[in-house]
């Protein structure tokens, strides 16, 4: 406290402290786990009633993946030439939005953004349940998944001893997700080990002392353990920094890799990271300004916070604003009359409202956050972090299916149209995500508690050099 | 405290055994152990405890506290070098693996291509080389800390749980050649520890 | 190559009984195993062990078969009858099994042999060779020495396979639609014809079979008082009286279009729905064919007057769309023309002026043909015009008609007779006239006063519904027959298989009402033809060299004929003609090219099988031009009324680009009301407005919209002509062009050059397969469609499933309108897989099961597939396709009888394309082994595609082999592989269409 009130109060008013009012280490460790701590049975109803509908939704999801295996893939929409539509775009889209978590714990922590510790737990859990959602439409789109859950993995099988092929970005996209969730998990599993042995030592009742004592694996915060976890945390950053690239850049090669127009596109890796983060965040913010709401985190999730989220929204949602530009120019320049033809329809053609919507929600709404009014208001945060994936969604809607509605031949031109199943399995996927990620709020930390303390000792020292360089307090 | 008078009863407790596989005899002293409020506090204290010639010192904090590795002479952590070799295990995985399904045992020609190339096999090699390290990683990091185990002799230190939450405790272990219990507690009471106390293994 | 056998023979019914005496027998003759078989069949089928025998073999199928048709015995009897099927199937290699087992060297089980027989459709007759496993029917191709077919098939012959198939067929004797028997019926018929057989009348198709024709002249001789009716749906009776009024005598005319070098079409869709047969298509594209330099000046040229837009239209070099009621006074002022230069300076004079410059140029090398939707007066008309060029004679030849022409409308005179109570007993063999009989003459009313009606029909169709005898017919694959070809060449219709459903065929029933005894067809047949044979000449051998055959070379052939026409006469009947109808709207009625005139309507792959124009599939609609859209105001799918006074019918609207404007086209044989599962309810019924004075161009129609809409279902979206415009897709220049500058084709496209980062690979060892498709020949006929389906055993998915874009053809016709869309060229192209040397597709398979063989085919491992799709959606063509649900599901047992047992039946989740019919190149590689060459050959490897098409426009082989005839035609310039640009190097290419246009009417 004190020491807040010693700062240079024209520094103070630049960067204002990311851990508000008057919060001391013991009162950190109360206010984040009083969410976790109550009974089960003193679980507002609220809660029990949102995860009633959430799970509900989940068994729908269940049904139609068994309605879909029963009867096979034509209870779908797809068709020739559509043989990937809202499959494959629910897939790129759970990935994408799968991707802020890993990028907000691994690259702003080495680039020592400390605003990131008050967010980072729960955008790596819904990186891990969003990539849950992701993982399901890769298997499930194929015709006899019965076989591709095994024959897609370098597994010897003795039924037709075949291998696999490692030219097909298919099999590039299996390395790359699954490792992709493990590393993830990993990483997300290490960062919550100190807060679970919070948990224990708090822990009144005998269950929790024992699960959480379990998941802690005997945590006890020695110096011989820091040393080790913080050499350890910083290699799981560094590595899963340039993993959290490639994934996306993998998927975009499942498209980039083939020869339809409109999907032969080199500029595709970077545009899909772009708009992944892009995706990622604006998924991010709007669970933290619900869970802010609801759990009063004011004090921890502050409008800064928000505030930078919002800078990489404006500056991600404007890097793929160039990438469709670019593309219209290249398939102009390009000369290839398919290459042409195909972005004319794609803006023109029967799906010009897909196109439309995907232009409007990804580049010209962001486009507010220029102004800080806009950035630090939460409504229109809250409004735009849901048109932005609504609009990422169909960025990968038009890249998907409206490609290749209409290719080559005008022969074989054909239409899509979703039918019943297609909605439900998304929903159900929707379901399922919501309902991790409330089981998660409620029984695990939601904010990573020794990193806030540990951002708070810096801040009670604003003018000491934090050890690790930076000033503290400083964020930027 | 309650253990001093328990401590020459013959019938070892179930506890006893517990310290017995952990290497520690019963009512064998583990060390010397005192607080403070502020990580700083600790840092201080960790050096000076250290000039006075103490060397088996370690310290319990809720957040890693910058500078109590130097202040502890505490070497730095190995773990680097290990993911390194586990980040050449998997490209050579990787390689092999895709040489060997391509080439060896089934070739096929797939889209006019060579049987083995490297450019086709830059995303899985890579991805391998990710996976393997960070799993050697995790588990490295149990591993090194001497992680995980059921008990440990500084849980009967009277703030110990606080070592989660606010509290920076610092250790001086009683196989330091300079242990004395009396002298130091004293010791660390003399840095301004507070809640100094012998705690035995 | 497939061994082509003998499949018959031997003399009467001989003395032996009991299986194992015939089998002792066997296997002391020394003759083919056919003759033996046949002959102990028959025995057999007499004597009462083999009664015996079946019944133990088969406790349930023999009696099953002859219990009421309920929902649940249906399914009875479809299993039961596959059981009688089996039993069918089993007796090739049941008297044969034996002796296989002490080694027969002229049979093996499980292969498949060739056996000849013929089809007849519409008074054509075509020559077939049917592949069979273990008597099992399969596959029908063209066979090669027979002058109707000369190897090739049409869609329809292909798909009239089927059809056996169908569970839905007439299964037993039904008398006031109570089971009955067909010995109960012998009794009955006793009595039905009597006496001197007055109020006795036989309505038939065109007879083509020799027997029958010999059969009914019996008949009329024992009950002279009887009498006897052609009458066909689909009718030819035109181009007869069209004769007759030309040269005052009974005969029928050949047009060779491969000698003509100007051809004059007046609405003739010789190449579609005006003629069933291959014949037609062979000969016109012989005349388009170009292997060499010389072969450019050779080319044909076609004119085209018609009024909906035909295959024969969109294969015309000038196309000039007009009414049909209009094509009269078009060859009446053609006709002067070729005299006198006409005036004029709109579209059709132009055309009338540059057509007869031409044919006069052309001379005995011209040839106009008329169409036989079009009345007497213009095929007379066209008569003049070829005499007048010279070339009737050379271009058109002419043989005596066997039937002499009857004045009146022979079906009209019959049912006036039925309604004045004239016809007591009205024995119909076949042709379903309660549906096909123009709607005036309420036929059905008719029939319902005449007291016995006996109906000798396939289905339980209208006509069985009316009839007091329905008598199941037995399939053209199932009995013995004959059939004679136009020009009069007899060829033996072989049964494959026994009767699945204790079927009849039109011979055998006759026979039967001619002296109440139940007569083998075959020794009908064969005492027939041993008959015609000359005395001492060895009978037997003649008539197993006929059988070995499929046609008997030294019948006597129809007798040829020069007749001349009189000019002046036929234009004065021209000048009397009535002028041409009046403003309204004018209904044309044409053929379906799915079920003809309807008797295919319950065949999957015919309904699945695309309109070769309109791409339209389960289902027809009424075509009118996009000019008498607009100005009556409807779009697409608008179901309008079609009325004229006391006849009605509602269609759905399909626009036509090229359609003659105020004129409708609509096919017949839709709106079956009596049809099995799949032909049920399947498109609207033309024949509802479809009556005697306007049976092929009804005039003054209103047309209304009745504000409801009808989804119409087709294979492609339409209206895509602008697009193709600059994708070069599909390429063609005129010959002229092409001479001047050959590499006008090739840089059409530019293909860059393509550096790839990795080392090309290399296909020089071995056999390298690869296909050449020539646009120019390609009529687009479907054929290879329908053969595709047939050989591979692929799916039909249904009207719905090919709604949401699912259909599973292999190899599919691409059809692309260019220029106007009120008056567009149209140009086919068919599209197998490219078996691209770098294929994208299996770049893609994450499980690699597609890949490529050594000799460079696109494999499918079906086994591996997961069904990711990927594969499909990277083929720049589109040629792979997705089992997206079970589609064998619903098939009946009896359906597994048609599934070719070479290839894989796909499950559900897996792609599947064209393999170039891998298991013909495994075979053959197979046969050439056995017969102890080292390896194929050239020609030893067919597919089914280029063995069916008619105008030999797909060429297969080994383009590792230089002097191979695919290797040739690839060297030529017009040479293209479709988006060569993308570095994907198709095995399959296409020879450009080369285009004859008139460089007057170019300008």
Redesign the interface.
């Known amino acids: 406290m004190s020491s807040i009130v010693q700062q240079d109060p024209q520094l103070l008013e630049q960067n204002p402290p990311l851990v508000k009012g008057g919060v001391?280490?013991?009162d950190l460790?109360e206010k984040i786990c009083s969410v976790v701590e109550p009974e089960v049975g003193q679980t507002p109803m609220k809660y029990w009633i949102v995860l009633a509908i959430t799970a509900s939704i989940t068994l729908l999801l269940g049904a139609m993946l068994t309605y879909l295996v029963a009867?096979?893939?034509?209870v779908w929409?797809?068709?020739?030439?559509?043989?990937?539509a809202w499959d494959i775009t629910n897939f790129v889209f759970w990935i994408g939005i799968g991707h802020a978590g890993t990028l907000i714990s691994a690259i702003l922590f080495l680039f020592r953004q400390k605003w990131r510790t008050s967010i980072n737990r729960s955008a790596e859990a819904m990186t891990l349940f969003a990539v849950m959602c992701a993982g399901i439409f890769p298997l499930f789109?194929?015709?006899?998944?019965w076989?591709?859950f095994y024959?897609?993995f370098?597994i010897p099988n003795t039924d037709?001893?075949?291998?696999?092929?490692?030219?097909?970005?298919?099999?590039?996209d299996?390395?790359?997700v699954s490792?992709y969730f493990?590393?993830s998990l990993?990483?997300w599993?290490?960062g919550l080990v100190?807060d679970l042995?919070?948990l224990?030592?708090?822990a009144t009742t005998t269950i929790r002392q024992w699960v959480y004592g379990?998941l802690s694996?005997?945590?006890?915060?020695?110096?011989?353990?820091?040393?080790?976890?913080?050499?350890?945390y910083l290699?799981?950053a560094g590595?899963?920094t340039?993993?959290v690239l490639?994934v996306h850049s993998?998927v975009s090669?499942?498209f980039a890799?083939?020869?339809?127009p409109g999907w032969h596109t080199t500029i595709f890796p970077p545009y899909f990271v772009a708009g992944a983060i892009f995706s990622g965040f604006a998924c991010v913010m709007t669970l933290l300004l619900i869970a802010r709401w609801s759990l009063n985190l004011q004090d921890l999730i502050t409008i800064k916070h928000l505030e930078n989220m919002n800078k990489i929204i404006l500056v991600t949602g404007s890097i793929v604003g160039y990438a469709y530009a670019c593309e219209f120019f290249i398939a102009w320049y390009s000369g290839n009359?398919?290459e042409r033809?195909t972005f004319l329809n794609r803006a023109f053609g029967p799906y010009w409202w897909a196109a439309w919507s995907m232009y409007t929600c990804n580049v010209f709404i962001p486009q507010l956050y220029w102004i800080k009014k806009m950035r630090t208001n939460l409504w229109v945060m809250f409004i735009i972090s849901i048109t932005t994936n609504i609009g990422m969604w169909f960025e990968r809607f038009v890249i998907i299916a409206t490609s290749?509605t209409r290719?080559?031949?005008?022969?074989?031109?054909?239409?899509f149209?979703p039918t019943w199943v297609d909605m439900c399995t998304f929903l159900g996927t929707i379901g399922l995500f919501l309902t991790l990620f409330l089981l998660f709020a409620r029984f695990l930390p939601m904010i990573a508690?020794?990193?806030v303390?540990?951002v708070r000792?810096y801040e009670k020292?604003a003018f000491k050099p934090?050890?690790?360089g930076a000033p503290a307090g400083k964020v930027h | 405290m309650a253990h001093e008078e328990t401590a020459g009863l013959s019938a070892p407790t179930p506890l006893d055994l517990l310290k017995e596989k952990v290497g520690l005899g019963p009512d064998k002293v583990y060390a010397v152990m005192g607080d403070f409020a502020e990580p700083e506090q600790l840092v201080e204290a960790g050096r000076k405890v250290r000039s006075l010639g103490y060397t088996k010192l370690d310290a319990m904090s809720p957040f890693p506290v910058h500078g109590i590795d130097e202040a502890l002479g505490i070497p730095r952590s190995k773990i680097g070098w290990i993911v390194i070799f586990a980040a050449v295990l998997g490209i050579l995985t990787a390689q092999v693996l895709i040489y060997y399904v391509g080439v060896i045992n089934y070739p096929l020609v797939i889209g006019g291509k060579p049987l083995f190339d490297f450019t086709f096999t830059i995303p899985p090699t890579f991805e391998l080389t990710v996976l393997f390290s960070s799993i050697c990683t995790f588990l490295f990091t149990w591993v090194l800390s001497g992680l995980p185990r059921l008990y440990h002799p500084s849980l009967n230190y009277k703030k110990a749980l606080a070592a989660s939450d606010d509290r920076f405790i610092l250790v001086i272990e009683s196989d330091d050649p300079k242990f004395d219990p009396q002298q130091t507690a004293a010791d660390l009471a003399g840095v301004g520890a507070e809640n100094v106390e012998v705690v035995e293994g | 190559m497939r061994e082509q056998k003998t499949g018959a023979g031997g003399q009467g019914p001989g003395a032996s009984t009991g299986l194992v005496q015939i089998q002792g027998q066997i296997q002391g003759k020394t003759e083919p195993a056919g003759l033996k078989y046949w002959r102990s069949l028959n025995e057999l089928a007499h004597t009462e062990q083999f009664q015996k025998w079946v019944e133990n073999e088969f406790p349930t199928s023999h009696t099953e078969l002859l219990d009421g048709n309920s929902r649940r015995t249906v399914l009875k009897v479809m299993a039961a009858s596959f059981g009688l099927a089996g039993l069918a199937a089993c007796h090739r290699p049941e008297v044969i099994l034996a002796p296989t087992a002490r080694g027969r060297e002229d049979y093996s089980p499980g292969a498949p042999y060739q056996y000849t027989s013929v089809m007849t459709l519409n008074g054509h007759s075509m020559g077939l060779l049917v592949e069979t496993y273990d008597g099992r029917p399969t596959k029908i191709e063209g066979n090669a020495l027979h002058p109707g077919s000369l190897g090739a098939a049409t869609a329809l012959t292909q798909g009239s396979l089927l059809n056996l198939y169908d569970p839905d067929r007439s299964k037993e004797v039904l008398e006031n639609g109570k089971a009955s028997s067909w010995e109960k019926f012998a009794a009955a018929a006793k009595t039905l014809l009597s006496g001197d057989g007055s109020g006795v009348r036989f309505l038939s198709e065109t007879v083509m079979s020799p027997t029958l024709a010999d059969l009914r002249a019996q008949v009329l001789k024992k009950f002279p008082k009887a009498g006897w009716v052609e009458y066909e749906s689909i009718s030819r009776a035109n181009e007869a009286s069209g004769a007759f009024l030309a040269f005052g005598q009974d005969i029928d005319v050949h047009p060779q279009y491969d000698k003509a070098k100007v051809i004059v079409s007046l609405d003739y869709d010789f190449l579609g729905n005006d003629y069933p047969g291959p014949l037609a298509g062979k000969l016109f594209s012989a005349g388009r064919r170009v292997e060499s330099e010389e072969d450019l000046d050779k080319l044909n040229r076609m004119y085209v007057v018609e009024s909906q837009f035909s295959l024969t239209g969109a294969n015309a070099d000038h196309r000039l769309r007009m009414r049909g009621g209009d094509v009269k006074q078009f060859a009446t002022d053609l006709l002067a023309a070729l005299s006198a230069a006409p005036s004029g300076n709109d579209k059709r004079a132009k055309f009338l002026a540059a057509a007869a410059k031409d044919l006069k140029a052309a001379g005995a090398a011209a040839l106009v043909v008329a169409g036989p939707r079009q009345p007497a007066i213009v095929h007379a008309l066209a008569h003049a015009m070829n005499q007048t060029l010279g070339s009737a004679g050379a271009t058109v030849t002419f043989t005596k008609s066997p039937q002499a022409l009857t004045k009146t409308d022979p079906l009209t005179l019959l049912t006036t007779e039925m309604n004045m109570g004239q016809v007591s007993t009205l024995v119909i063999l076949g042709g379903n006239p309660v549906y096909t009989a123009a709607a005036d003459l309420q036929f059905a009313a008719a029939m319902a006063k005449v007291a016995n009606t006996i109906y000798l029909g396939a289905d339980p169709d209208e006509t069985a519904a009316d009839a007091k005898w329905n008598l199941p017919e037995a399939h053209y694959l199932e009995t013995w027959g004959d059939a004679r070809t136009a020009t009069g060449v007899p060829a033996i219709q072989q049964p494959m298989i026994e009767p699945l459903f204790g079927g009849k065929s039109a011979i055998e029933v006759m026979a039967l009402l001619l002296d109440t005894k139940d007569k083998k067809g075959y020794d009908l047949v064969k005492s027939y033809w041993l008959e015609q044979m000359p005395a001492k000449s060895n009978k037997e051998m003649t008539w197993r060299q006929a059988l070995n055959d499929g046609l008997l070379k030294d019948a006597k052939a129809a007798e040829a004929v020069k007749p001349t026409a009189d000019i002046k006469k036929i234009s004065a009947a021209a000048a009397a003609e009535p002028p041409a109808a009046g403003s309204g709207i004018e209904v044309g009625f044409v053929a379906s090219a799915s079920t003809w005139d309807g008797r295919f309507i319950n065949n999957a792959w015919m309904q699945e099988a695309p309109e070769p124009m309109t791409k339209l599939v389960w289902g027809n609609a009424a075509l009118i031009s996009p000019a008498t859209a607009r100005e009556k105001n409807l779009s697409e799918g608008d179901i309008v009324t079609l009325s004229k006074g006391n006849v009605k019918m509602e269609a759905a609207v399909m626009i036509q680009p090229g359609h003659a404007d105020n004129s409708v086209t609509i096919a017949l044989g839709y709106g079956r009301t009596r049809a099995g599962r799949v032909g049920k309810d399947v498109g609207f019924n033309a024949g509802l407005i479809r009556t005697s004075d306007g049976f092929w161009y009804g005039s003054d129609f209103a047309i209304a919209s009745t504000g409801k809409t009808f989804e119409l279902v087709t294979t492609q979206e339409r209206g895509l002509a602008e697009h193709l415009n600059d994708r070069p897709l599909f390429r063609e220049a005129s010959v002229s062009e092409y001479k001047a500058k050959p590499k006008v084709i090739e840089e059409m496209s530019e293909v860059p050059e393509i550096h790839s980062i990795y080392p090309e690979w290399t296909w020089d060892k071995g056999h390298q397969w690869g296909m050449a498709i020539d646009l120019g020949t390609c009529t687009g006929c479907n054929a290879c469609v329908v053969a595709c389906q047939a050989e591979n055993n692929i799916p039909s998915v249904g009207k719905d499933q090919v709604r949401r874009g699912r259909e599973m053809h292999w190899i599919r016709m691409d059809r692309y309108y260019v220029g106007p869309e009120d008056d567009p060229r149209a140009v086919e192209q068919p599209l197998p897989c490219m078996q691209c040397e770098n294929a994208p597709c299996e770049n893609v398979c994450p499980v690699a099961a597609t890949s490529h063989s050594p000799e460079g085919l696109n494999d499918m491992a079906y086994n591996r597939c997961v069904g990711t799709r990927y594969c499909a959606n990277n083929c720049p063509f589109k040629v792979r396709h997705f089992n997206f649900l079970n589609w064998h599901k619903n098939d009946p047992e009896i359906m597994q009888m048609v599934q070719n047992p070479d290839v894989t039946v796909r499950m559900r989740g897996i792609m599947e394309k064209c393999t170039y019919c891998v298991q013909r190149i495994q075979e053959a590689r197979i046969t050439a082994k056995t017969n102890g060459r080292k390896d194929i050959q050239e020609g030893d490897v067919v597919t089914a595609c280029q063995q069916t098409c008619p105008a030999s426009a797909i060429v297969f082989g080994d383009i590792n082999d230089p002097n191979s005839k695919v290797s040739k035609l690839k060297k030529q310039e017009r040479n293209y592989a479709m988006l060569a640009e993308l570095g994907i190097k198709p095995r399959t290419t296409y020879l450009a269409r080369l285009r004859n246009p008139n460089p007057e009417l170019e300008a």
């Open positions: 001391d280490y013991h460790s009867t096979g893939i034509g929409g797809n068709n020739k030439p559509v043989g990937w789109h194929t015709g006899r998944p076989r591709a024959w897609l370098p037709i001893n075949m291998w696999q092929n490692f030219r097909s970005p298919l099999i590039w299996v390395f790359a490792t493990t590393v990993l990483f599993f290490t100190p042995a919070t224990r030592d708090r379990l694996l005997g945590w006890r915060g020695s110096a011989r353990h820091w040393r080790h976890y913080e050499a350890a290699i799981l590595i899963s340039p993993l490639s993998v090669f499942d890799t083939s020869v339809i009359i398919y033809f290749l290719d080559f031949l005008p022969t074989s031109w054909g239409y149209h508690i020794s990193e303390k540990h000792s020292h934090g050890p690790l």
